[in-house]
């Protein structure tokens, strides 16, 4: 019996460590991280390393002065659970900050910040 379950136990403590490295981090956004671009964009799509929950899944904007800017609410795409979408109103060329705050489906809470500009 004893040699069963260690074999079980060292699986279960596998499986526990694979899955605390599975937070949502963020893999990759649209408008790139850090990136200049010369035509506004209609949205900012943040794509993540674990699929979201998406009743605590958010994502805000704000411009160079630091004042944030209005938008509608950031919403996980229905197409695909590891993307998150801001659609954003009419940007003039300047610096953007977009600060989010996710959960991924293991419950697990990160968050961060990224810029991005529209050149004139
Ligand atoms: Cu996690």
């Known amino acids: 019996m004893k040699r069963i379950v260690m074999p079980i136990a060292l699986l279960a403590a596998g499986f526990r460590a694979a899955a605390a490295l599975a937070h949502a981090f963020l893999d990759h956004a649209v408008p790139a991280v850090g990136s200049t671009v010369t035509a506004a964009p209609k ?37 695909n659970p590891m993307e998150l979408v801001l659609k954003l109103p009419p940007l003039t ?23 991005f500009d529209i050149k004139p």
Do not use: C, M
């Open 43 to 79: 949205e900012v799509q943040i794509f993540y390393t674990q699929a979201l929950e998406p009743a605590f899944s958010a994502a805000t904007l704000t411009g160079a002065d630091g004042q944030p800017i209005a938008t509608a609410a950031a919403s996980v795409d229905p197409q």
């Open 93 to 115: 060329p300047g610096h953007y900050k977009v600060s989010w705050r996710v959960v991924s489906v293991d419950t697990h809470r990160t968050e961060g910040t990224f810029s």
